[in-house]
């Protein structure tokens, strides 16, 4: 037979790893601090179930207190309510510190990897043909101009790449260009890191102004060379009837 | 006594269980892992005394830990270089309250007249572009203070930019730096007091976060051209470091104010339960 105690505990170690480690196999990982939002409130309603009468809260508590109060104890029990007073107190005192003692981290910086274009670079569309030869001068511009950073494999693996903070981007990767449509390339090809809005933190990219030395032409052709030769798409507008 | 067993049960309950809930958003919310497997940031470390300005390979160096950080070559604006000798500086830092010293190390398996080292940081309160403060298109820009420092006259330059072609060297020179080669690699140190007069100036106060970036030259002469100089040369973009604060005792007074607050609560919910249990 199971004391109300025991079973609280069951219900609350089960609910941990459910959500802990079951959920996020269905769904994406919660943050630690919703999981303790949902133990507290599991943690409520076995309070409010073992407080209904006085006879389920002497059995809910009532051994809680008793072990607590230390009367009548002896052996493994007294050392434990002794490790318990000792390990509270403790354990107050090493949130205190932790909440007060100065951060060793550097501040965060959450830097937006894809922010809003500016409206003149909104929705223009290239202006060349996607044919083998405009293709081929885009890849071979790409191998003499973005090779060193984003690499020969178009994987953001160029010889340049490690020192720079942030990465270059990997155009093979789905989150990148595939996301993007080709007239945010040329923005971002055309203006580099230094046209980047605030949130973008345009002081860390190493990303050059290409506008200073390429035509547009040779942007443009780029972008194709881009997208074909890391298998991706550029993201379009869905057609409208 | 059950409405004393509610109000115990209800108290003890939420004490604990908030401690132990914040412990565990603490404990498993990690933060956010580097993106490029090196360090992040520099400390620069508080002691007492004279620093070892004039001497990179002084014990006093020896008992602080170091930062490493990823170079590449300077790709951003022409005159690009696609190779570099210098691939990654080591990093360490002290300061006892008035000055400060920044020790880099780099391998360069060369001893030449033109090797060179810099560091940068940022000025003021505004974002600088790494890149000699260069404008940004849509963000207003700051300027950026460079400590240079070139084998061939063994000395440093306190320099000042913001934007290309707006490097110079500052009226007033605050910087002091010394570099020994051994062995295949340079150790450089760079000298100077926390804060200064100089508006010009990074002013480095203790238990703030500053931006830093690095620069290195390899003066090795390849079939008569120096082979790094100029915009040619190994760069970092900017990474944070602070200077230690004074450490905060008051911190530990509010540890024991927890401390017996604890304690005090278990003495009199105890008190309480044995009075109610022999009532």
Same mark, same amino acid.
């Given at each position: ?50 407080? =209904? ?23 493994? +029990? ?77 994987? +953001? ?43 973008? =933190? ?40 | ?279």
């Amino acid at each position: 037979m199971r004391g109300p105690i025991a079973s609280g505990a069951i219900l609350l170690v089960g609910m941990f790893i459910f959500l802990k480690f079951i959920l996020p196999l269905m769904t994406a990982p919660l943050p630690a601090s919703l999981i303790y939002l949902y133990l507290a409130l599991t943690l409520s309603g076995i309070m409010i179930f073992g407080t =209904m009468s006085a006879s389920s809260l002497e059995s809910l508590m009532g051994p809680i207190f008793r072990f607590l109060s230390g009367e009548g104890q002896s052996g493994v +029990g007294r050392t434990a309510r002794l490790a318990v007073l000792v390990l509270f107190p403790l354990l107050v005192g090493w949130q205190t510190y932790s909440s007060l003692a100065p951060s060793d981290m550097p501040p965060g910086e959450n830097r937006t990897i894809h922010p809003a274009p500016p409206g003149e670079f909104v929705g223009l569309a290239n202006p060349y043909q996607n044919n083998e030869a405009n293709v081929n001068m885009g890849k071979g511009l790409y191998a003499a101009y973005c090779s060193p950073c984003h690499g020969a494999n178009y994987d +953001g693996k160029g010889t340049a790449a490690p020192g720079f903070n942030p990465p270059p981007a990997n155009f093979s990767d789905p989150g990148t260009i595939a996301q993007l449509q080709e007239s945010y390339l040329f923005w971002r090809i055309k203006k580099g890191g230094v046209g980047l809005p605030v949130e973008g =933190m345009p002081w860390k990219s190493a990303m050059p102004r290409w506008e200073v030395e390429l035509p547009d032409e040779f942007i443009w052709k780029i972008i194709m060379g881009e997208y074909d030769g890391a298998h991706q798409s550029p993201r379009t507008w869905e057609e409208e009837e | 006594m059950l409405n004393r067993l509610r109000f115990l049960s209800t108290i003890t309950f939420v004490g604990v269980f908030g401690i132990l809930g914040h412990s565990i958003g603490l404990a498993s919310d990690p933060p956010p892992a580097d993106e490029v497997g090196a360090s992040v940031s520099a400390r620069i470390y508080q002691v007492e005394g004279t620093l070892p300005v004039d001497d990179p390979n002084s014990s006093q160096w020896a008992s602080v830990s170091e930062s490493e950080f990823k170079l590449a070559p300077q790709v951003h604006w022409p005159e690009r270089i696609q190779e570099v000798t210098v691939k990654s500086v080591k990093v360490k830092g002290l300061h006892n309250g008035q000055d400060l010293a920044i020790l880099v190390e780099y391998e360069d398996p060369t001893e030449d007249p033109q090797d060179a080292a810099a560091i940068e940081f940022m000025v003021g309160d505004k974002k600088a572009h790494f890149a000699h403060g260069q404008e940004m298109l849509q963000v207003e820009g700051g300027p950026v203070n460079i400590w240079y420092w070139k084998k061939e006259n063994g000395k440093a330059l306190d320099m000042s930019a913001k934007g290309f072609k707006t490097l110079t060297a500052q009226e007033k020179q605050d910087v002091k730096a010394t570099g020994v080669w051994e062995g295949g690699s340079w150790k450089v140190v760079f000298s100077r007091a926390l804060r200064t007069e100089d508006e010009k100036d990074v002013q480095i106060e203790p238990g703030e976060w500053r931006n830093i970036a690095f620069a290195f030259w390899d003066g090795a002469v390849v079939d008569g051209l120096v082979k790094e100089k100029g915009s040619q040369k190994a760069v970092s973009s900017w990474w944070s470091i602070r200077a230690e604060p004074t450490a905060d005792n008051s911190i530990f007074g509010w540890v024991i104010l927890g401390l017996a607050l604890a304690a005090g609560f278990e003495f009199v919910v105890i008190r309480k339960l044995r009075k109610g249990q022999s009532a």
